[in-house]
């Protein structure tokens, strides 16, 4: 079975250009998360999904980022414009249907570089 | 909201000594904990887990500790080899909230062939 796809792996942009990466959750996985993590720091939730809706974006800067998971499956974040400080790895995840806490499963991550 | 605290940030062992890693929490309603082991270039992958009804879960060489009442929670690997090196974090996910997951700094283990 595949895992939680992510592209692109590696994304280098000067600031104040715009971009958006892209998530694949595992089949039937009804929850999807975006992290991003910065060096040397855990990961940290910008959004998290419930099949098309997004139930828990308190730590998205909503000024610049946005973010979409149409029909319930994949999902895109986006940034524009890009700031110094968004350089980080921005990881997607995703977790299935069931009682009690779920398991998270990673993708690779994004490393983005905002030069 | 929740605060995890992980500790200690790089670890260095010998081959087949034992490592420790140790988190502590802040909100009592939390209750399920897992742990990540994160190499280079990947993402982070579920290792193991325990939840607040459980106070040690082992698996192979690797396992958990909880103490509820002191609101920590240990990662403990036996026999290390290379292959454990890697970074590795803990979380802890609130019992009312349960797909939210808030996860410490991360620990930087490093196993000396």
């Known amino acids: 079975e595949a895992g939680v796809v992510q592209s692109p792996r590696y994304k280098i942009i000067e600031k104040k250009q715009p971009v958006a990466f892209w998530c694949n959750p595992i089949?039937?996985?009804?929850?999807l998360y975006w992290y991003r993590q910065n060096l040397g720091q855990g990961p940290e939730l910008l959004i998290r999904y419930e099949n098309e809706e997004a139930v828990d974006d308190s730590q998205l800067p909503k000024d610049r980022f946005s973010a979409e998971r149409l029909k319930g499956v994949d999902s895109t974040l986006k940034i524009q414009p890009a700031e110094l400080g968004d350089s980080a790895v921005y990881l997607c995840?995703?977790?299935?249907?069931?009682?009690?806490?779920?398991?998270?499963?990673f993708g690779p991550g994004t490393r983005l570089t905002v030069t | 909201g929740e605060n995890v605290e992980q500790h200690p940030s790089t670890l260095s062992v010998q081959e087949g000594d034992s490592a420790v890693i140790k988190c502590t929490y802040s909100?009592?309603?939390?209750?399920?904990f897992p742990w990540y082991k994160q190499e280079l270039g990947k993402g982070p992958q579920l290792i193991i887990d325990?939840?607040?009804?459980?106070g040690e879960k082992k698996d192979q060489r690797i396992a958990v500790t909880l103490n509820k009442t002191a609101k920590h929670f240990s990662l403990h690997i036996t026999e290390t080899q290379p292959e454990d090196s890697a970074v590795y974090f803990c979380?802890?996910?609130?019992?009312?909230?349960?797909?939210?997951?808030?996860f410490g700094s991360g620990t930087k283990l490093n196993v000396k062939p």
């Open positions: 979380a802890a996910s609130i019992s009312y909230n349960f797909n939210k997951f808030y």
């Open positions: 909100d009592s309603a939390s209750n399920y």
């Open positions: 995840a995703s977790s299935g249907p069931g009682q009690g806490a779920p398991e998270q499963y």
């Open positions: 325990i939840r607040s009804n459980v």
């Open positions: 089949s039937g996985h009804n929850t």
